[in-house]
């Protein structure tokens, strides 16, 4: 079974970076499709972005143009750089795998001056 944990939350200004990283236990790491999702305080969780085993990647409209995801098979790891950030990215980020099969426990990134 797969873990996963997520890391590189914090508090920013608005304008500025923030890399998100999630490492993922276990050995078979490059077959799954990873996921960016987030959770805002009262509304529902949504999916940011995807890259799959073959590195495809999608991503919301919302976040188009300023948000890119990215991963090392090597390292197990998946990454959100998320530059240009907005008080409405204020969120919960969640790595997920498999489309929401398997989550890691979240991290804050708040936006704000």
């Known amino acids: 079974q797969v873990q996963l944990v997520e890391s590189g939350g914090g508090l920013v200004q608005p304008g500025g970076s923030l890399r998100l990283s999630c490492v993922a236990s276990g050995r078979i790491f490059s077959i799954y499709d990873m996921n960016w999702y987030r959770q805002a305080p009262g509304k529902q969780r949504e999916l940011v972005a995807s890259i799959t085993s073959i590195h495809r990647v999608n991503y919301t409209d919302s976040v188009k143009g300023r948000f890119t995801i990215s991963r090392d098979n090597a390292k197990r790891t998946v990454y959100l750089q998320m530059n240009s950030l907005k008080p409405e990215d204020t969120a919960v980020y969640y790595c997920?795998?498999?489309?929401?099969?398997?989550w890691g426990q979240g991290t804050l990134v708040t936006v704000s001056a």
């Open positions: 997920s795998a498999e489309w929401g099969q398997i």
